[in-house]
């Protein structure tokens, strides 16, 4: 019973995150007046919100791993960063930089060739969606549950 409300409650999330990077990706491309057919804006937020979720995953588990304390890749085990959160509240809050500086890097990837915007339009939806889809309420939630 809990594996499945677990599960519903994963699949939730991503349809919302999908959403989420969706409805930044609209109102980013009005802001830039470019025009996108709705099929590309679908697949370009599936694109996303898979290399999203992984990019958010991979930070919390660096940052913190906790209860664990380590990623496991086969063999290779990575210590994270933080022994626990909330040990180090400002240092661990300007950790966020590095997945907003990710994000939007591969959203100036895909925008720029999956979309053809011209580098000074991928540029611009690159940081905005870098900075409003970087997970925010991880941080919020590791900092204020230490």
Not at 35 to 52: A, E, H
Request: aromatic share 16%; hydrophobic share 60%; net charge positive.
């Amino acid at each position: 019973m809990i594996l499945a409300f677990l599960g519903a409650a994963v699949l939730v999330g991503i349809v919302v995150d999908y959403f989420w990077n969706y409805l930044v990706l609209y109102l980013s491309l009005r802001w830039l007046h470019f025009n996108v057919n709705t099929r590309r804006k679908f697949i370009y937020c599936l694109i996303i919100t898979s290399l999203g979720l992984l990019i958010d995953w991979l930070y919390y588990e660096l940052t913190w791993g906790y209860p664990v304390g380590f990623l496991f890749l086969g063999n290779l085990r990575l210590p994270s960063v933080f022994s626990h959160p909330g040990s180090q509240p400002i240092l661990e809050l300007s950790t966020i930089l590095i997945p907003i500086i990710i994000l939007a890097a591969v959203n100036f990837v895909v925008s720029h060739f999956y979309l053809r915007m011209i580098a000074k339009q991928a540029i611009a939806l690159g940081t905005v969606m870098g900075v409003f889809t970087a997970p925010w309420l991880i941080v919020g939630y590791v900092l204020v549950s230490a």
